[in-house]
């Protein structure tokens, strides 16, 4: 097996675990968690820092983020249908949420970070993230920089596909809800839709 193909499939397995976890752990509740509650991903190895570039060509550190909370998410602005629905569920929770809890909402950064650098451009994932709340914050780099990062969010993706307009690529959809130090909370539930989405942040952010 190829180097390459060997860290995709370790990847792979690692985002899997985490999966597995959220689903043996985790219930989206519609209240706080209660005192005792630890938060579903509490031990899993999820995260870590990363240097990228914003949509003005300003290079953003992970701990630039510290003491807030962090929703984060990979995917690509080329994306036909996976990634926009996802963020416009994400843009659509973080809505609701600032009508009622805007004091929440100003603590919670959103980011999308490409995985495909060589298209998604500081420009373009700008306009991209921006396109679902003005909240949420674009992140791109160079390809070892996204790797990075990819690999310390055991976030999987590989080019797919060629299409007329160039090429798919298939990656994890996973949602993260990271806390204030960095750490792992929870998944957040983005196939269930924004009020899904709402009340599992609401369970977690204090």
Same mark, same amino acid.
């Given at each position: !097996?190829?180097?390459?193909? !060997? ?8 985002? !899997? ?5 959220? =689903?043996?752990?985790?219930? =989206?509740g ?23 570039i ?28 996976? =990634? ?34 060589? %298209? ?8 991209f993230?921006? /396109?679902?709340?003005p %909240?949420?914050?674009?992140?791109t ?36 809800? !990271? ?19 709402? /009340? ?7």
């Amino acid at each position: !097996m190829k180097r390459g193909a !060997m860290t995709n499939t370790r990847t792979l397995l690692r985002a !899997m675990t985490v999966a597995l976890a959220l =689903c043996t752990l985790s219930a =989206c509740g519609k209240g706080g968690a209660g005192a005792d509650e630890r938060p579903p991903l509490a031990d899993a190895a999820v995260g870590g820092p990363f240097t990228l570039i914003d949509k003005n060509g300003k290079t953003v550190h992970w701990s630039d983020f510290d003491g807030r909370y962090r929703i984060v998410y990979f995917g690509y602005t080329f994306c036909p249908d996976a =990634c926009p629905t996802d963020m416009n569920v994400i843009g659509q929770a973080l809505a609701k949420l600032d009508k009622k809890h805007p004091e929440l909402t100003a603590r919670i950064v959103p980011l999308f970070i490409t995985v495909d650098p060589a %298209r998604d451009t500081p420009q373009v994932v700008g306009q991209f993230a921006a /396109a679902f709340s003005p %909240r949420v914050i674009g992140l791109t780099g160079t390809k070892d920089e996204i790797d990075k990062a990819a690999k310390e969010f055991a976030v999987y993706y590989e080019k797919g596909a060629s299409t007329p307009g160039g090429y798919l690529i298939n990656h994890s959809r996973t949602v993260y809800l !990271m806390g204030t130090k960095g750490e792992p909370i929870a998944i957040l539930p983005a196939d269930q839709g924004p009020d899904a989405v709402a /009340a599992e942040i609401l369970k977690w952010v204090k």
